[in-house]
C-alpha cells in the first residue's frame, strides 16, 4: 500500500514564523496536493505538483508557497504564520491516469 | 468550475439500518470522476468508492455503493446495514478527467454520519 507520512501530527508555531511542513510518499507517484481542512467548510486545496519542480496554485494559495525538489518530497510553506493559519493540513498523493488518491494522517497547525 | 454540494451537515442511524448520504456536482466537463472518502475522528481520509462519469454501471464496494444519477448530477453513497463504526465524517469529492494538471480533487464541506446503537 502506498504510504504517504507527514512529519508532525501536532505542531504550535508563533505569529511570524516561518514554518514547514513536510509530506513525503513511498510510491512513485507524481502527483502530490495540500489541502486544508476547516470545520464547515471541508477540504480546500491549497498547491499542488505534477512532476518534480512543478506547483500549481490551488484555490487557496495565498500566504502559502511550496517546494518539490524531489518526486517523493512536497513541503508546504508557511512564509509568515498568521493566527487565520490555523488549521489541519492534509496531503494527498496520486499515481496519475488511474484513481487511488491517498492522504497522509494530517497534520494540526495552531498558530499563537 | 467544478463544484460539490452535500446539503446534509448531520445524519442519524439506527445501528444496521441503510442510510444515504447525498452529494450533488457541478462540471460542463464529460469526464470527470466521483469518490467518497470517509474520516473518523482519528483524522485520516479512508477511500471509500469511485465512479467514472463513462462507468455504465453503479460502482459498489462491499456495503458501500454509489447511486450515480448522471442527468441529474447526483452521486449520493448508500451504507448497508450501518454499524457503529461507521460514525464518521463523509466526503464526496470530484476529479475532472481533461487536460494536463486536473487531477486535483474538489470536496464537498463534508456529513456527520452518526451510528446510534
Known amino acids: 500500500d502506498v504510504k504517504v507520512t507527514q512529519s508532525s501530527r501536532y505542531l504550535v508555531k508563533r505569529t511570524g514564523e516561518k514554518v514547514f511542513l513536510e509530506c513525503v510518499q513511498d510510491?512513485?507517484?507524481?502527483?502530490m496536493f495540500w489541502y486544508r481542512q476547516d470545520p464547515g467548510l471541508g477540504l480546500r486545496l491549497i498547491y499542488f505538483?505534477?512532476?518534480?519542480?512543478?506547483?500549481e496554485k490551488g484555490d487557496i494559495p495565498e500566504g502559502y508557497s511550496v517546494s518539490r525538489e524531489k518526486k517523493e518530497r512536497f513541503s508546504l510553506i508557511l512564509e509568515s504564520a498568521s493566527t487565520n493559519q490555523t488549521s489541519m493540513y492534509l496531503c494527498?498523493?496520486?499515481?496519475?491516469?488511474?484513481?487511488?488518491?491517498?492522504f497522509g494522517s494530517g497534520t494540526r497547525l495552531t498558530v499563537v | 468550475a467544478q463544484k460539490i454540494t452535500q446539503t446534509q451537515p448531520g445524519m442519524f442511524v439506527q445501528e444496521k439500518e441503510a442510510v444515504t448520504l447525498d452529494c450533488t456536482y457541478d462540471?460542463?466537463?464529460?469526464?470527470?470522476?466521483l469518490f467518497w472518502y470517509k474520516q473518523p475522528s482519528s483524522g485520516e481520509m479512508i477511500f471509500l468508492i469511485y465512479?467514472?462519469?463513462?462507468?455504465?454501471q453503479n460502482a459498489t464496494e462491499g456495503r458501500y455503493s454509489l447511486n450515480f444519477q448522471k442527468a441529474r448530477k447526483s452521486a449520493n453513497l448508500v451504507i448497508s446495514a450501518s454499524q457503529l463504526g461507521d460514525s464518521a465524517m463523509y466526503f464526496c469529492?470530484?476529479?475532472?478527467?481533461?487536460?494536463?494538471?486536473?487531477?486535483?480533487?474538489?470536496f464537498g464541506k463534508g456529513t456527520k454520519l452518526s451510528v446510534i446503537p
Open positions: 494527498a498523493s496520486h499515481r496519475g491516469g488511474g484513481y487511488g488518491y491517498t
Open positions: 510510491m512513485d507517484h507524481e502527483n
Open positions: 505538483s505534477y512532476d518534480v519542480k512543478m506547483k
Open positions: 462540471t460542463s466537463d464529460p469526464s470527470y470522476g
Open positions: 465512479q467514472g462519469s463513462y462507468d455504465q
Open positions: 469529492a470530484m476529479r475532472d478527467n481533461s487536460g494536463a494538471g486536473s487531477y486535483q480533487l474538489t
